[in-house]
């Protein structure tokens, strides 16, 4: 199964309207991200053992270690989680400027240094979310 199938089926095993909800997430972003590497993570370790949510990832970020070591991941990741949806955000040097720059803007939605999560989609300022999108994309 290629990446393309992966995400398909993993959004479609989502209940409704988490479903619909994340169909038209990951239409936003390929909107915004046309060209982007679209990657699939399934939540599982090197054994199997589930350690995460699954992900979705869309874009390309260069992860700096500090040994100096690097690691190639996405830049933008969408995934269901128990309550609604998480939003991840990677790239952004500064751990307060999600919350400090958009937070308030985003509606109801718990922001992280790196993660925007949110109940429903009427809940949020989806306007401001791809303004964040664009704004990374653009990193």
Do not use: R
């Amino acid at each position: 199964m290629n990446i393309q199938e992966q995400i398909k089926q993993y959004i479609a095993s989502q209940p409704e309207p988490k479903c619909s909800e994340m169909q038209t997430l990951d239409q936003i972003i390929k909107q915004i991200m046309p060209e982007c590497k679209l990657w699939f993570l399934d939540g599982k370790d090197g054994e199997g053992k589930i350690v995460s949510n699954p992900n979705i990832g869309y874009g390309l970020h260069t992860i700096k270690y500090t040994n100096g070591t690097t690691k190639e991941f996405y830049k933008i990741g969408l995934s269901a989680n128990t309550t609604g949806i998480s939003v991840y955000i990677f790239g952004i040097e500064d751990k307060k400027f999600l919350a400090e720059t958009y937070g308030k803007k985003l509606g109801k939605a718990s922001v992280s240094g790196y993660c925007i999560k949110f109940k429903t989609l009427k809940e949020i300022n989806i306007e401001v979310l791809e303004e964040i999108i664009q704004y990374v994309n653009e990193l």
